[in-house]
């Protein structure tokens, strides 16, 4: 029979490799801030080079991603998968995991969009099935 | 086999080796996210260390590589870099649709000449690898350069 322990160190082992991945994006040129907010709009995951509001962000994110999602509603678009926000001062980026957690990345005005979107794209099929396994746990 | 030709099928490797690794199955998430996430680094490295270097040889404009027309990586200042990417991305598009119906298969390359300078797309893996230089040079020439980068 299995113990209580080993669900714990598999959660551990995933919320590490969350934080890896986390840690893997901050290492992209120009991004200042990789989060992971739940259904809430609360920050669970973060790594960030400045101070930053999590409540702020995390609730902001959420609005923004919903409204968006919205939009695409009534235009007939479907699912919503990546909501950029350009601003004066660089770009706040927020893309879907699962069960409404969002990964979402604060980037500088000189990130390269590009780099920044490939890795969000190819990140999320793996996130997913992290918080899957997580979540079920 | 001159030094570019070299990278291109190195960085063409690395390039397989990371879409295999996002097609592995099983339960064990951790590791195989950890080494989803190694085998893009490497590829995305090599992907840098190309552009850094084709920018340095002589006659070439500028080089940067991009994914469904964002820029994913450049060297140095580079102008128009956003213009290039929805040039690259309508290029492809259309070409793709052509290249289905003639059965050409993946495309490869396309190069687009102007009367001033020209432009070389190259697919490699899920980017495409693009140089810019002038009308006159013989681009093929140019990138068997002995590279000192």
Redesign the interface.
Known sequence: MNSNVKPFEIRKTQVSEIDQILRNLMSIQGVSAAAIVDNEGLVTHIHRDFEINTDAIGASVQVVFGAASRAALHVGHHVTNLVICENAEGFILAMPIDAGFMLALVTERDALLGRVRFELKETIPVLKKLFASYLLK | MHWFESELVLLDQLAELYLKS?QQSG?D??N???D??IK??RF?GALQSIVNKVVNLNGINACAA?????????AEAMPNIDAL?VMIQESVNVTQQSARILKLGDIQQIVIVGAVNKVAMLSVG??VLCIVCSNAINLASVLSQENEA
């Open positions: 996002q339960t998430i951790v195989v996210s950890e989803i996430r893009r680094g995305i991009y994914h469904e027309g964002l820029v994913l990586a450049y990417g899920p980017v």
